[in-house]
């Protein structure tokens, strides 16, 4: 739940933004958390479609032992401002 957490505070940065500055923000950017002496790889994906349509996508990512834990959030601006939340399919099958 942890990695949820972490993602939900990025979303909240994220949405707090200008529109302008989302519709700026590099494709792909990505930086290295501690937590809890544990390395968590965070993506954000910024994807802009001709429609005028920009999408933000968060992911979060642990190596365990013998497992990956990950964790996924997003929303979408449409042309006109609006603001979209991601369902399941939309926030795993981009990128």
């Keep these: 739940m942890v990695l949820g957490q972490i993602v ?4 909240e940065r994220l949405r707090s933004l200008r529109i302008e500055d989302l519709r700026a ?3 792909i950017s990505e930086k ?5 002496g544990k390395p ?3 993506y954000v ?3 802009s479609s001709q429609n005028g349509r920009v999408t933000i ?9 013998l497992y990956l834990s990950a964790a996924a959030e997003g929303f979408a601006i449409t042309a006109d401002g609006q603001f979209v939340d ?10």
């Design 8 to 11: 939900l505070g990025e979303i």
């Design 25 to 27: 923000l590099p494709a």
């Design 32 to 36: 290295q958390i501690d937590l809890n």
């Design 40 to 42: 968590v790889e965070l």
């Design 45 to 47: 994906y910024r994807e």
């Design 57 to 65: 996508i968060v992911k979060v990512f642990q190596r365990r032992f």
């Design 86 to 95: 991601l369902d399941d399919d939309e926030r795993w099958t981009l990128y």
